[in-house]
Structure formats: C-alpha cells, structure tokens
C-alpha cells in the first residue's frame, strides 16, 4: 500500500484540514525557519551568542525532519506523535533561548508555533484514532 492510500485511511478527526494545505503551509514555514533559524546559527557561529543557544534550534530541526520518515515512511504514528511532541518543546524552547538576545527570531517562530501546536493536536488525535 502506498503512501497517499494508508494516509487516507486513517480515520482522522472531522477538523483534520484537507491534505493540499500542508504544502503551501510547510513551504512559508520552511522559508522562516530558513531566514531565522540560519540568523540564530550564523550568530552563534560567529560566537555572538552562546552555542548552547542554538542547540534547540538544531534539535528541532532534527526532529521536524525525522516526522515524515516517521509517519510515512514508517507509517508510525506512535513514533510521529512522539516526535512532533518533540518539535514542539524544541520550539518552545528555542524561542525562549533566544528572546532574550534576538527577539525578532523568537517573533518569528509565531506561526510555526501556532501550526506545530495545531499539528501536535492533529497528530496525537489520529494516533489515538488508529489505535
């Protein structure tokens, strides 16, 4: 069974959004984690701020690339809803890393934020579903 049709199977929550919104989303996402995130490690490269700084924002990376192997290469939703809980507190962490020293950064992550939120809801949802 591919992708696309296992996918489809699952039974997922009414408010779960069509499938088509998530490229859109993730490539205006992508484009901020890009522009901000490469801003929080071109300053730590430059030891303008702490490593330690950027070591959320390096994790959450990690862990925002390993979901779609996780969830579709896997087909795993229990290891994805681990992970996205993991984007998540990585996030959560990051933006409050670096507000003190780069707040524009940590404004930034407001819409990754808001969609990982939404994303993490979604995702413990259908897992709970597909029990």
Request: net charge positive.
């Amino acid at each position: 069974m591919n992708t696309y049709n296992w996918y489809s199977q699952l039974i997922k929550p009414s408010w779960s959004p069509p499938a088509w919104i998530f490229g859109p989303v993730w490539t205006f996402l992508y484009i901020l984690i890009a522009i901000s995130f490469g801003r929080v490690f071109v300053l730590a490269w430059q030891k303008r701020i702490a490593r330690l700084t950027a070591l959320p924002f390096a994790l959450n990376l990690i862990f925002n690339f390993a979901f779609t192997p996780l969830q579709f290469g896997l087909k795993n939703n229990f290891l994805a809803a681990l992970d996205i809980l993991l984007v998540l507190t990585t996030l959560i962490w990051a933006m409050a890393a670096i507000y003190p020293r780069v707040r524009w950064v940590a404004l930034a992550q407001i819409p990754y934020l808001f969609w990982v939120s939404f994303a993490t809801v979604l995702q413990l949802t259908i897992t709970y579903l597909n029990r």
